[in-house]
T-cell receptor
Framework: QKEVEQDPGPLSVPEGAIVSLNCTYS??????FMWYRQYSRKGPELLMY????GNKEDGRFTAQVDKSSKYISLFIRDSQPSDSATYLC???????????FGKGNQVVVIP | DAGVTQSPTHLIKTRGQQVTLRCSPK?????VSWYQQALGQGPQFIFQ???????QRGNFPDRFSGHQFPNYSSELNVNALLLGDSALYLC??????????????FGPGTRLTVL
């Protein structure tokens, strides 16, 4: 079983729709959870970072963490064509320097 | 602030050769991590440098080595290149904390192709 599972299947949505992405993980020691956005041929850009369980909102982006289910989500409201990118979930253990990433989800927002 | 910079952008090598990739961290950051991202995959942690020492290492062979300089910049060296080493190599910088890998900022990467 992989440490972090993220269904890489491409996701196409019309402009203005809500994008819903999620990851599951097996390591119960993970306490920090991040979402990165990666445009083609670029490095990942940190979008959201959450500690332990709960929700965090930043503009059109909402991150949710459910540690009991080992499940994290990212929601993008009012999606724009500029949101078209690959979204990577990442997580780490307290005091550990290694980020464990999912495979990434390619999102296409159609105008 | 220039952010994290990496050089070169692209590199083509043949099997058995050696390669050196370079990274300059974001201003004010003292820690550099290196990741390998194969096509269609998420980044995989190679190692992290802080105070010019390797502090943590992922599941990569000794062919992968690195260095950090007093100005916090870093190099990744890969010896005896294999076809499977073809990937995007990402450098991430951060500020060292006791809490571990918090906000890591990535550079644009170096795309290595091994023929």
């Amino acid at each position: 079983q992989k440490e972090v599972e993220q269904d890489p299947g491409p996701l196409s949505v019309p402009e203005g729709a809500i994008v819903s992405l999620n990851c599951t993980y097996s390591n119960s020691a993970f306490q920090y959870f991040m979402w990165y956005r990666q445009y083609s041929r670029k490095g990942p850009e940190l979008l959201m970072y959450t500690y332990s369980s709960g929700n965090k909102e930043d503009g059109r982006f909402t991150a949710q963490v459910d540690k009991s289910s080992k499940y994290i989500s990212l929601f993008i409201r009012d999606s724009q064509p500029s949101d078209s990118a690959t979204y990577l979930c990442a997580m780490s253990v307290y005091g550990n320097n290694r980020l464990a990433f999912g495979k990434g989800n390619q999102v296409v927002v159609i105008p | 602030d220039a952010g994290v910079t990496q050089s070169p952008t692209h590199l083509i090598k043949t099997r058995g050769q050696q390669v050196t990739l370079r990274c300059s961290p974001k201003s004010g950051h003292d820690t550099v991590s290196w990741y390998q991202q194969a096509l269609g995959q998420g980044p995989q942690f190679i190692f992290q440098y802080y105070e010019e020492e390797e502090r943590q290492r992922g599941n990569f062979p000794d062919r992968f080595s690195g260095h950090q300089f007093p100005n916090y910049s870093s190099e990744l060296n890969v010896n005896a290149l294999l076809l499977g080493d073809s990937a995007l190599y990402l450098c991430a910088s951060s500020v060292r904390t006791g809490q571990g890998a918090l906000e890591q900022f990535f550079g644009p990467g170096t795309r290595l192709t091994v023929l």
